[in-house]
């Protein structure tokens, strides 16, 4: 979608201010926040907020991201001003229509709405191209014909200077002339670069004379083969920011030392200035986030897509059941800051938990099942129990659960032989079925060759309706059940860390961060039982398995196969795991 002429005046455009907020009433002050407000009382915008999201289109959205999106959209819809999604589509070598698509659908997941303004960087080619002429005719910029190496050499390291380009003092005319062919597609890739002329001996290395425009034959994902020369981002981005009337620029904090830069090009050529406010970027324990690295791990076969449930990408976080109400918290809870620090992955899933407590109806699934056999309950009858959906949700109502004579509990449920304080099925123990009966174990049956036990046989107290005595009897263990007639089979995925290491990119020095891999992030269990009111549920529907975890319906779900994903355990466990490396 192309810019409207209204966008293209900059300061000029007319931003909403309906249900503007205060510049005294932000709870939450931070020092972006800080420098909008001061923005503001001096009127420096003329009272406007304009932000955006510029996402390079060349891979699918990370936990990352979602921080800059709600600092950037959050901004904006604070001060009652505007927020756009604008692709920086420069360069045509890793840019994808796939990947604009699925930015877009994330950042509606997220719950945000860029509404009309959404722009696109190579939409204004060619204005840059003439802003780009505008530079070489005031004599700040040239065509150098180093090649990649012998302009590394040139440019000098952080302590010593660089030198000038032999072809820095190029007439106009010859610089002119030499942009044009180079458009013309006179020239072959990698033969020359436009440069800005600046200053070879600044300490800051993005300000020597840093490259504009390449040559570079590659068909464009939304214009074809129209160009063979391409902005770099440097001059892409502050331009575009510029063009759109943006006031404030919040970027990552990486790009705190091309802030010179961004200043320069805005001021050489004369344009509307926005302001450039730097953050520091998310990192997150037992995972990578780098676009570059997430692509690694998909070409490698280390994962299976952009949505594989392991990824910290937003379409991986949404298959594993993660809501986006939860993400947003966490972002908040986080904060803004400048300098870089690591979070702990349990916070994302303290977030996670808390909000999936207050909305995931309660089932019960069985993952390991052992079949139980009440001999005393009569065959053939079927009992429809009342079961709560979610106590945390007075309007969540209840649902029929059914009960027969066979039903399956876990595995681990029953010992032959327990320990003190173990309060769940035991010979001769009584334990409460949850929303049933008390049933006490009499005896088990035996696999002749295995010695597994195949069979718990129990006998019902049917005073006990609903798994509460009349006569005031407690038994201290309450499982969860599937009644064996009525259970569906079901495949669960458990997720694990896809690292091993807390700081994978940082564990040792000059190891490959690949070798810090997880061989056991993902265990597949089949034979699961779940209750049957699950059948139909459609993918991404979020559930809690009473004492098992939070789990989501997977999208390779089909009428004959449900498919679960664990979402995140009941209990945090990074501190165990924490507590077992130290």
């Known amino acids: 979608m192309k810019h409207s002429d209204s966008n293209r005046e900059g300061p000029k455009s007319k931003a909403n201010t309906k249900g503007k907020k205060s510049v005294n009433a932000a709870p939450d002050t931070n020092f972006i926040r800080q420098a909008v407000e001061e923005d503001l009382k001096t009127n420096r915008y003329d009272g406007k907020v ?35 999604l604008r692709f920086d589509d420069s360069n045509p070598i890793t840019e994808e229509s796939e990947y604009v698509e699925a930015i877009k659908r994330d950042i509606r997941w997220l719950g945000f709405d860029w509404e009309e303004r959404e722009y696109h960087a190579s939409d204004y080619f060619e ?40 072809y820095r003092n190029r007439s106009v005319e010859e610089n002119l002339a030499l ?15 436009l440069r800005a002329k600046i200053d070879m001996a600044s300490p800051n290395l993005n300000m020597r004379d840093p490259v504009m425009y390449r040559v570079l034959r590659a068909p464009h994902y939304r214009h074809g083969t129209k160009w063979c020369i391409y902005p770099t981002y440097d001059f892409t981005h502050g331009q575009s920011d510029s063009i759109e009337g943006i006031t404030h620029s919040l970027c990552d904090v990486q790009f705190e030392d091309h802030r010179p830069l961004y200043d320069w090009f805005l001021e050489a050529l004369e344009i509307y200035q926005p302001r450039q406010i730097e953050f520091a970027r998310l990192n997150l324990t037992y995972t990578v986030l780098g676009k570059r690295k997430l692509r690694v791990l998909l070409q490698e076969g280390h994962i299976n ?26 972002c908040n809870r986080i904060g803004v800051s400048k300098a870089d620090n690591l979070i702990e992955m349990s916070q994302l899933e303290y977030s996670i938990r808390a909000d999936l407590n207050q909305r995931a109806p309660r089932v019960m699934a069985v993952l390991n099942p052992v079949k139980v056999i009440i001999d005393n309950y ?9 079961a709560e959906n979610n106590p945390e949700d007075e309007h969540a109502g209840t649902r029929k659960l059914p009960f027969s004579r066979e039903v399956y509990i876990e595995r681990e449920d029953f010992m032959e032989n327990p320990p003190r304080k173990f309060f769940r099925l035991a010979p001769e123990q009584e334990v409460r079925l949850k929303h049933a009966y008390y049933i006490r174990c009499e005896r088990v049956v035996k696999d002749e060759n295995t010695g597994e036990i195949v069979e718990i046989h129990c006998t019902y107290d049917a005073e006990t309706r609903g798994g509460w005595s009349e006569d005031g009897r407690r038994v201290r263990g309450t499982l969860h059940w599937v009644s064996a007639a009525h259970a569906v089979d079901a495949e669960v995925r458990l997720y694990d860390s896809l690292f091993t290491e807390r700081e ?9 961060w690949t070798a810090f891999i997880n061989p056991n992030s993902l265990e597949i269990l089949n034979g699961c039982k779940v209750e049957m009111s699950l059948l139909g549920t459609p993918p991404e529907t979020r559930y809690q398995f ?10 390779d779900t089909t ?22 490396q130290k």
């Not at 009569?378 to 009342?386: A, C, F, S, T």
């Not at 009473?546 to 999208?555: E, H, M, N, P, Q």
């Not at 196969?561 to 077992?580: C, E, H, M, Y």
């Open 50 to 84: 304009h932000t955006r999201f510029p996402p390079e289109p060349s891979g699918y959205l990370h936990i990352g991201h979602a921080k800059a999106i709600c600092i950037n959209f959050g901004i904006a819809e604070s001060y009652g001003g505007l927020y756009n």
């Open 305 to 330: 897509g952009w949505d594989d449930p392991r990824l910290p990408t937003l379409a991986g976080m949404r298959r594993r059941g993660y809501t986006p109400e939860a993400i947003r918290d966490f």
């Open 504 to 512: 994978p990119e940082n564990a040792a020095e000059g190891t490959d």
């Open 127 to 166: 204005t840059l191209y003439e802003y780009a002429v505008s530079l070489i005719k005031k004599g700040k910029a040239y065509v150098c014909a180093l090649t990649p190496d012998d302009m590394r050499t040139y440019r000098g390291t952080l302590v010593a200077p660089g030198k000038d380009s032999p």
């Open 179 to 193: 942009f044009r062919r180079m458009r013309a597609g006179e020239f072959p890739d990698g033969c020359c670069t």
């Open 378 to 386: 009569p065959e053939g009858k079927v009992e429809m129990l009342d």
């Open 546 to 555: 009473l004492r098992i975890g939070y789990f989501c319906v997977d999208s």
């Open 559 to 580: 009428p004959e196969k449900l498919v679960f994903n664990r979402t995140v355990p009941l209990r945090d466990s990074w501190a165990k795991i924490q507590r077992g």
